[in-house]
């Protein structure tokens, strides 16, 4: 699944799409009488996975960019 997937396949539209969609439901499921405790802890247990996913994805981006920094500036160390 996901957790396993590479970090440059994960799509952040989808990522952050799932993490609105459950926390929308989990509001959903505690706000309708009589609550229901099942679907707010499956989107609760989703919300967990989808946070750690987004984070996997911006550290993999700010770790790309550090490195095209670092090679934009090596590259201009050694043409000077």
Request: glycine share 2%; with cysteine.
């Amino acid at each position: 699944a996901d957790v396993n997937r590479d970090a440059d396949q994960i799509s952040g539209t989808m990522t952050t799409v799932m993490v609105a969609y459950s926390a929308i439901f989990m509001r959903f499921a505690l706000k309708v009488k009589p609550q229901n405790l099942f679907l707010f802890s499956c989107h609760a247990c989703n919300e967990v996975v989808q946070l750690y996913t987004l984070g996997r994805l911006i550290k993999y981006e700010m770790s790309v960019k550090k490195q095209q920094e670092a090679a934009a500036t090596s590259t201009t160390n050694t043409t000077n």
